[in-house]
């Protein structure tokens, strides 16, 4: 029996969410898992919530150190976005690119690139190339890179990506985002 309906359940997937930013990953994760349970149980393993909630779910249990597990999650979450809403459907291509995020925190940097760069053609095509998602995608596939020892390529992308954020307001996050992206992959950024 699923308790209170879809507003609890909304509510239980956003306590879920403030104790994985609070850093209380272990909790969150059992919270998503429960949530999970009764989002399919009342709206069906299809619904975009019960997609959502199993997606926080994969990256909660990354986070807990249950990496091989968050990783399966992830790529469950993955195709059942792209069988459900579709292969470039913004909200697939962010469980991707989390899949992409997970493979690199795993080690696994070659495959994180390979998906990295198959989002970011997706994310340019269907959103622009300095869309905040792109943008991210492409810190993402840069820091995979230097993770994997091709320091000049995540240079390149990232002085591209950069190009591109000239278009955003000056203070946008993004841009804050990718000059501490640069700087943490250890390329010097000329003022001028």
Known sequence: M?????HDLAARNARAAALFTAG??????????????????????????TLTVAGNLGAARMSAGQRREGIRLIAENV????????EEDPRTLT???????????????????????KVIAQRIRVLGPA?????????????????????????????AAMQ??????????HRTALAECAEAIGMTLLEG
């Open 164 to 173: 591109d954020a000239e278009s955003l307001p000056p203070r946008h996050p």
């Open 131 to 159: 869309h905040p998602d792109t943008l991210t995608s492409r810190m993402g596939m840069a820091r995979s890179q230097a993770a994997a020892g091709d320091l000049d390529a995540a240079a390149a992308l990232l002085s």
């Open 95 to 117: 469980a991707r690119d989390a899949l992409a995020v997970a493979y690199r925190l795993h080690g696994d940097v070659d495959d994180a690139v390979q998906l990295s760069g």
């Open 2 to 6: 699923v308790r209170g309906g879809v």
């Open 24 to 49: 209380n990953v272990k909790e969150a994760a059992d919270m998503f898992e429960d949530t999970l349970r009764g989002c399919r149980a009342l709206l069906g393993r299809d619904h975009h919530a």
């Open 79 to 86: 195709a059942d976005r792209s069988r459900v809403l579709g």
